[in-house]
C-alpha cells in the first residue's frame, strides 16, 4: 500500500462560489484515501459571488478552516501553509491564473498535486474552458462521454491529455426512487441565468402554478438557487421571488430552498431546463423531465439532454406524461444508476496516490497556455486577478498581512451590496429601456 494511504493528507480547495465550493469540497473527500487521516482547508476568492454563511451551510459540508482571500492571498499561502493535494475550484480564467501564479510561486520546489474541472454539464465553451483548465495534474471529467470530449480537445491542439481522468459528480448519492409519494410533487429546478429573460422566466412560472391548478392533488414546489441578495456561480438578474409577486398562486405551490438532496427526497417528477439537478435526480431514478418549451437549443443547455429520453413540454406533462431515461444515455453521463457510483472515483485516487509517492516529486507546472503559445489572450487573463505575463503578482495587487479593519470590511460590504443591486435592479432596466 503506498504511503500516500495511509498518512495524514492535508487538502485544500479554493473556489468563487457556493456551486463550486460544494463541487470542491466534496470532490477532494471522494479524492482522498479511507484510510487516510484528512484536514480539509477552504479558501474562498473573494468576488462578487462569495458565499453566505447560508449558502455555505446549506452545501453541508464541514472543513477544518475556512477563509476568504485574494488571489494574491492565496498564492502566499499556498507557499506558507504546504499542502498535499490543490483542489481549483473556479471558473477557467481563474484556473489559468492560478495555475501561472502557483508555477511561480512554487518553481521547482516541492508542490502539491493539482486538481480542477467542471461543477457540472459541460454545454459551452469547451475548448475555451479545457484549454484555461489545462496544466492541472488531474483535470476531472464527470463522465465517459466528456472524458472523450476532453481528450479530443487536448490532442487536437497538441496538449498532453494524460491529466483527464474521468469520475463522476460528486454530489449524487441519496435514497433511490421506490414509488410516488402522498401527495405526488413536482418539483422545478430554477436556475440563476438559464433562461436570462423577463419573458421566458415569467413564462415558465406561469406555466408551473398553471401545472398546480391543474392538479390541486400535487404539491408543485419552485425550488430556488438563492435568497434575494445572494449570489450563485451565475448572476441571477430577474430571480423568480420577485417575479412571482402579485401573480394569484394556488395554495399546492410553493417556494422552497435548501439542499437539493433533501427536495429529491420526496420528489416524484423533476422538472428543469438544464439544471445538474436533472442528472441527480437521474442518478436516484427519479422521473425527469427537461423542457422543450423554449426550443432545444445551447443557450439553454438542454441540448445536452438529447438523446436522454427526458425531453417533454409543459403540455404533455399537464396530460400526465413522464419522461423514461434512456439507460445507455445516462450510463454515458456517469450518473450511474447502476450501482457503479462507488467506484467512480477510483481511478483518480489511484493516480493522486501515484503522484505523491512519485520519487524526486512533482515537475513544475505546465499549462498550454504561455507568453509565447496566447500572447495575446493570456496576458490579459492573468492581469484581473493581478498577475503579471509571469504569473508575479504585479505592483500593489490587493493582498492583505491581516485580516481587514472595520472600514475595509464596511466598504467591502458596500461596494458587494452596489454591486447586487446594480446587477438585480439598474441592470434590467437599462436592458429594456434600450428594447424600447
Known amino acids: ?130 484549454l484555461l483548465r489545462h496544466g492541472a495534474d488531474l483535470v476531472l471529467a464527470n463522465s465517459r462521454h466528456d ?39 413536482v418539483v422545478f429546478a430554477a436556475q440563476p441565468s438559464v433562461p436570462d429573460s423577463r419573458r421566458d422566466r415569467a413564462y415558465l412560472l406561469d406555466r408551473l402554478i398553471e401545472h398546480a391548478r391543474r392538479h390541486p392533488e400535487r404539491e408543485v414546489l419552485l425550488k430556488l438557487r438563492s435568497k434575494p441578495g445572494e449570489h450563485t456561480t451565475h448572476i441571477e438578474e430577474l430571480p423568480y421571488q420577485k417575479l412571482v409577486q402579485g401573480r394569484d398562486v394556488p395554495a399546492n405551490f410553493q417556494l422552497v430552498y435548501g439542499h437539493m438532496g433533501e427536495v429529491l427526497d420526496r420528489t416524484d417528477l423533476l422538472v428543469t431546463v438544464s439544471s445538474t439537478a436533472a442528472l441527480e435526480a437521474l442518478h436516484r431514478r427519479v422521473p425527469t423531465a427537461v423542457l422543450t418549451d423554449l426550443g432545444v437549443r445551447e443557450v439553454l443547455g438542454n441540448h445536452h439532454f438529447t438523446g436522454s429520453g427526458c425531453l417533454a413540454s409543459w403540455d404533455q406533462l399537464d396530460a400526465g406524461h413522464r419522461p423514461a431515461a434512456d439507460e445507455e444515455w445516462v450510463a454515458r453521463q456517469g450518473v450511474a444508476a447502476d450501482g457503479s457510483y462507488e467506484t467512480a472515483f477510483d481511478a483518480a485516487r ?76 439598474v441592470a434590467p432596466v437599462i436592458r429594456r429601456m434600450g428594447e424600447l
Not at 487521516?37 to 452545501?59: F, I
Open 1 to 130: 500500500m503506498p504511503a500516500s494511504a495511509t498518512k495524514s493528507l492535508r487538502v485544500a480547495v479554493l473556489a468563487d462560489s457556493d456551486t463550486r465550493w460544494k463541487w470542491g469540497a466534496l470532490t477532494a473527500q471522494r479524492l482522498t484515501p479511507a484510510a487516510a487521516e484528512v484536514r480539509l482547508d477552504g479558501y474562498l476568492l473573494r468576488g462578487r459571488a462569495t458565499p453566505t454563511a447560508r449558502q455555505l451551510t446549506e452545501v453541508g459540508v464541514q472543513a477544518d478552516s475556512l477563509r476568504e482571500v485574494t488571489g494574491v492571498e492565496f498564492l502566499r499561502a499556498m507557499t506558507e501553509e504546504p499542502c498535499d493535494v490543490l483542489v481549483i475550484a473556479l471558473v477557467g480564467g481563474g484556473v489559468q491564473a492560478m495555475l501561472h501564479g502557483l508555477r511561480a510561486a512554487w518553481g521547482a520546489g516541492k508542490r502539491p498535486v493539482v486538481v480542477t474541472g467542471y461543477v457540472g454539464v459541460v454545454y459551452e465553451k469547451l475548448a475555451d474552458g479545457l
Open 350 to 425: 489511484e493516480r493522486i496516490a501515484a503522484l505523491l509517492d512519485r520519487p524526486g516529486g512533482l515537475p513544475p507546472l505546465n499549462p498550454y497556455y504561455t507568453p509565447e503559445t496566447a500572447p495575446g489572450y493570456l496576458p490579459g487573463i492573468l492581469a484581473r486577478h493581478h498577475l503579471g505575463p509571469d504569473g508575479v503578482p504585479l505592483p500593489g495587487a490587493p493582498a492583505a498581512d491581516k485580516e481587514p479593519g472595520p472600514v475595509r470590511q464596511i466598504v467591502r460590504r458596500a461596494a458587494r451590496g452596489a454591486y447586487r443591486h446594480g446587477v438585480q435592479r
Open 147 to 185: 472524458a472523450d470530449r476532453f481528450r479530443a480537445v487536448y490532442e487536437g491542439v497538441g496538449a498532453d491529455a494524460a491529466s483527464v481522468t474521468e469520475v463522476a459528480l460528486p454530489f449524487l448519492g441519496g435514497r433511490p426512487y421506490t414509488g410516488e409519494h402522498e401527495p405526488y410533487t
